[in-house]
């Protein structure tokens, strides 16, 4: 059964603490994307990756990290230096040939929602 | 800058009647136009995508058309059905890059 996976569904931190959220996906996609969503906005990137090892500064990036050590599963840590993290977070891939490919288009998993307490 | 706006911010319609959600667009080189259903505190899920040579697809009661020209795009919803309440959000892919700009969404609710 392919797809994207992300865990926990629901996470709740305290100020000052560190957190990862999880992203895995079976679908052989190259691209993986990191997107904040708040209500009454759009979703906003905060990181992507092409390629495995290698990944970039999405619009809002500052207090988070990531990793790209296998080409399934992209983490995402949400730091303490991020000020306001209570959000849904939306992790997405998308197939090969992202640059290329009219028709490609972005698979989303199931969110994880957190809270800062 | 590109952006992508949508329009009406919500919408509530009764159970059986049609609606059209709008998106207008300046995202520059176009390479495609989706749609998305998402769910409240779920992930989005593609309804229709198409690229500047199409003008309409269908996808089930979902009917999305598109005039590259005008930079605008529709998604109609026949027949609507409790289900149906969610926010649709139009994306549009430019040529030449991963990275989609997302619209903020319209928020449908449809009433029994």
């Known amino acids: 059964d392919g797809g994207i996976t992300q865990s926990p569904k629901y996470l709740f931190r305290k100020e000052g603490q560190n957190v990862t959220l999880s992203c895995e996906q079976n679908?052989?996609?190259?691209?993986m994307y990191w997107y904040r969503q708040d209500p009454g906005q759009g979703l906003r990137l905060i990181y992507y990756?092409?390629?495995?090892?290698?990944?970039q500064k999405g619009d809002i990036a500052e207090g988070y990290s990531v990793s790209r050590e296998k080409k399934e599963s992209f983490p995402l840590t949400v730091t303490s230096a991020q000020k306001n993290p209570t959000a849904f977070y939306l992790c997405?891939?998308?197939?090969?040939?992202?640059?290329?490919?009219?028709?490609?288009?972005?698979?989303f998993g199931p969110g994880t929602r957190l809270t800062v307490l | 800058k590109n952006q992508v706006e949508q329009s009406p911010q919500s919408l509530i319609i009764l159970e059986g009647k049609n609606c059209t959600l709008q998106c207008n667009y300046t995202v520059s080189p176009f390479s495609n136009l989706r749609w998305y259903k998402q769910d409240t505190g779920r992930g989005p899920v593609s309804l229709t995508i198409?690229?500047?040579?199409?003008n309409t697809k269908s996808n089930g009661r979902y009917t999305a058309t598109l005039d590259a020209d005008t930079k605008q795009s529709s998604l109609h919803i026949t027949a609507s059905q409790l289900s149906d309440s969610a926010s649709y959000i139009c994306?549009?892919?430019?040529?030449?890059?991963?990275?989609?700009?997302f619209g903020r969404g319209t928020s449908l609710i449809v009433h029994p």
């Open positions: 994306v549009v892919s430019p040529g030449g890059s991963y990275i989609p700009t």
């Open positions: 679908l052989n996609h190259d691209a």
């Open positions: 990756s092409q390629i495995v090892n290698d990944f």
């Open positions: 997405a891939s998308s197939p090969p040939g992202g640059l290329v490919l009219a028709y490609n288009e972005q698979f």
């Open positions: 198409m690229t500047f040579s199409e």
